[in-house]
């Protein structure tokens, strides 16, 4: 009777079934929020990626327009009329409501600059493509949307200065999960030389 007793009285090792599963449900919780933090990561690094993208895509509107600017004024002492602050001013009061330019241009050329006309922005006419040839955003259609636009806009700081002081900004927006985003840069361009 002894021996009987002492066998009953055996702890057995191991889990029970309810263990079991309040193991099983708090290693799946830990995993799902694992994953849930792992998905915003991403997430938040592709917008990131998008609006590195947009700022140098911005940054780059203003300096096309200083390059033109600074191309103008340069060729300003040949015996050509047309070219100089004034007519570089007249150009760009295209852009006081949003416009593009011609980007094709890989080199300023005053003869190209001179024929070069801004364009009015609507919804799709200042998307950009991206061109994997050259890695370029470009304005024309020579590669894929690249799901950015930017608008170019030029408005006077006094107009009653003849001298000249024209305010550039340039826009750069994209959209993400229905929501729009948007990057502007700006910049005070004078007439660094004389007429």
């Known amino acids: 009777m002894i021996n009987y007793f002492k066998q009953k009285n055996k702890k057995r090792s191991g889990f029970t079934l309810v263990e079991t599963l309040v193991a099983i449900s708090v290693f799946s919780v830990s995993i799902i929020a694992l994953m849930a933090a792992l998905g915003k990561g991403i997430s ?44 570089f001013v007249t150009k760009l009061t295209q852009c006081a409501g949003g416009c593009k330019f011609d980007d094709t241009l890989a080199r300023y050329d005053i003869d190209k600059l001179k024929n070069m006309t801004f364009s009015s922005c609507t919804a799709n006419i200042c998307a950009l493509d991206y061109d994997s040839t050259s890695h370029k955003y470009l304005y024309h259609q020579l590669g894929t949307l690249s799901g950015f ?47």
């Open 44 to 87: 938040d690094t592709n917008q990131v990626k998008y609006k590195m993208t947009a700022t140098y895509l911005a940054e780059e509107g203003i300096e096309y327009i200083r390059n033109m600017r600074d191309t103008f004024v340069l060729y300003d002492d040949v015996s050509d009329a047309t070219v100089g602050w004034g007519d």
């Open 149 to 195: 636009t930017r608008v170019i806009t030029a408005n006077p700081v006094n107009p009653a200065n003849t001298k000249g002081e024209i305010k550039i900004t340039s826009t750069v927006s994209w959209v993400k999960n229905s929501a729009t985003y948007s990057v502007s840069f700006s910049d005070n361009l004078l007439k660094w030389r004389g007429e």
